[in-house]
């Protein structure tokens, strides 16, 4: 069983930046960032597979980037020039990679807020 804690969330201005973390408690094959905002339907935001495949969703693409440190146990997502629209609790998922997205998420986070004005 993977336990995964997100940090990072935090309430920022319209173009701002932030970076999130994740930490797994064991090594992890994929992983991805997810979203969901009030009264929407959770978001697959970005995903990296072992390796090194990734996918962005194209509302995030050229503002997001994924990565990972320390055998995949920790994954960030960098994010930058934040608009209103990307408000949303941020979830972290492990699992495995496919075809096609989203993949094969197990595990999941309990998530971190974050809130863009």
């Known amino acids: 069983h993977v ?11 319209v173009g701002g930046s932030l970076r999130l973390s994740c930490t797994s408690s064991t090594v992890t094959y994929a992983v991805g960032w997810f979203r ?23 509302s995030v693409k050229g503002r997001f980037t994924i990565s ?3 055998d995949m146990r920790t994954i960030f997502l960098q994010m930058d020039n ?11 998922a492990a699992g495995f990679c496919g075809d096609k997205w989203p993949w094969d998420f197990r595990f999941w986070g309990q998530g971190t807020q974050v809130t863009v004005s």
């Open 82 to 92: 934040l608009k209103p629209e990307d408000t949303g609790h941020y979830y972290c």
């Open 68 to 70: 990972q440190e320390n």
């Open 36 to 58: 969901q905002a009030p009264g929407q339907e959770r978001e697959g935001v970005a995903g990296l597979c072992r390796g090194g495949r990734t996918y962005y969703a194209d």
């Open 3 to 13: 336990q995964l804690v997100e940090s990072g969330g935090d309430s920022v201005q």
